[in-house]
């Protein structure tokens, strides 16, 4: 069965610096990837998906961005960091064109 | 937005099934009802999903109507380690539209 990690835990940034948070998947090939971001009290929010290498779709227009290198390597990016984007940022990954998906431990990232 | 409509929070005795509602009423047909849980400061984790029949695996029992417009997730023994928010979910493919789900408290 797939295992997805991400690191780091936890992260506290300046606002105005850059972001990069990883995701990667052991177990399967060719998954569907998908970075979800939960705000404080709230549910968890669709911020991109890609079902393959490179190719990337966008959920909510914001300033983050998400890339995909390799097949099981799934990255989140901001060039500049608010306030807004604190929160507990999520990785997951479907297989097989079917809807379950499975979910990573999360990065939580404060932003001060 | 969510489509589903879920309880802000129960509470259930431990030891006993605990009953978890969910209305879907504008479910398409080929989309499946899903259920994820959430504990605290964890990512969710994948419970049970369900088209039209009722479901049963390990963790719980889903039970959906005859029209699927609403369905209920069966912890049949809950323990305090459920307690968690419980989201229910239409499913569409890229996409699984989380919403706010139900505080599930299971106390002693």
């Known amino acids: 069965s797939q295992t997805i990690h991400q690191w780091p835990a936890t992260l506290v940034q300046p606002v105005g610096s850059p972001l990069s948070l990883e995701c990667t998947v052991e177990g399967t090939s060719n998954p569907n990837l998908y970075w979800y971001r939960q705000a404080a009290g709230r549910g968890l929010q669709l911020l991109f998906y890609s079902v393959g290498i490179g190719q990337i779709s966008s959920e909510v227009p914001q300033n983050l961005s998400a890339s995909r290198p390799q097949d099981r390597q799934f990255i989140l990016s901001s060039k500049k960091l608010l306030l807004s984007d604190s929160g507990f940022y999520l990785c997951?990954?479907?297989?097989?064109?079917?809807?379950?998906?499975?979910f990573g431990p999360g990065t939580r990232l404060t932003v001060l | 937005d969510a489509k589903t409509t879920q309880p802000p929070s129960m509470d259930c005795a431990e030891g006993r099934a605990a009953n978890l509602p969910c209305n879907h009423s504008t479910i398409s047909g080929n989309e499946y009802v899903y259920w994820y849980r959430q504990i605290h400061s964890q990512g969710p984790q994948y419970i049970i999903h369900g088209l039209k029949n009722n479901e049963t695996n390990e963790m719980a029992s889903l039970i959906i109507t005859e029209d699927r417009k609403s369905s209920t997730l069966i912890l049949p023994h809950a323990t305090l380690r459920d307690t968690a928010v419980y989201y229910c979910?239409?499913?569409?493919?890229?996409?699984?539209?989380f919403g706010k789900g139900t505080s599930l408290l299971v106390t002693p």
């Open positions: 997951a990954c479907s297989i097989g064109g079917t809807d379950t998906q499975y």
């Open positions: 979910i239409e499913g569409r493919l890229y996409a699984l539209n």
